[in-house]
């Protein structure tokens, strides 16, 4: 056990339509290598600490609108000052039948952003369409 991770994540209910959250990351990466052996080199980044640097922030909350629409929207900042924003509007159409409309922004600060996006230019603008049925 050479590396070490954690997160400290604060949840507050402003009101009855308003919840913000805010969450830290601290994580050591002396001994995260990238060689020949790893399908994806690591760029100092491991599976319980995927961020760039030592220290990550996040932060997000969500404004109800009404019984069957809602606001989210949530912050990253890393110490690679790799900056995300992302905000959706949910809206449950019947009883069980939720479609979410999403925006997405990255702006790459180090270049050791490695996904299966290939979302690394400095600036990258993307959106997700999802339908989701519960039973």
């Known amino acids: ?64 609108i009404n019984e069957k629409t809602s606001f989210n929207a949530q912050l990253s900042y890393d110490e690679g000052k790799n900056f995300g924003v992302a905000a959706n509007i949910a809206y449950e159409i019947v009883k069980g039948l939720k479609v979410t409309a999403e925006v997405d922004y990255l702006h790459v600060g180090e270049d050791t952003v490695t996904n299966w996006t290939k979302a690394d230019k400095e600036n990258s603008i993307g959106g997700i369409l999802r339908f989701q049925r519960s039973f």
């Open 1 to 64: 056990y050479e590396e070490v991770a954690g997160k400290v994540r604060l949840d507050v209910n402003v009101s009855d339509a308003l919840s913000l959250w805010v969450m830290g990351g601290y994580g050591t990466d002396d001994n995260l290598n990238d060689d020949a052996g790893n399908v994806i080199d690591a760029h100092g980044r491991g599976f319980y600490k995927q961020w760039s640097g030592n220290w990550a922030i996040w932060g997000g909350g969500t404004y109800t």
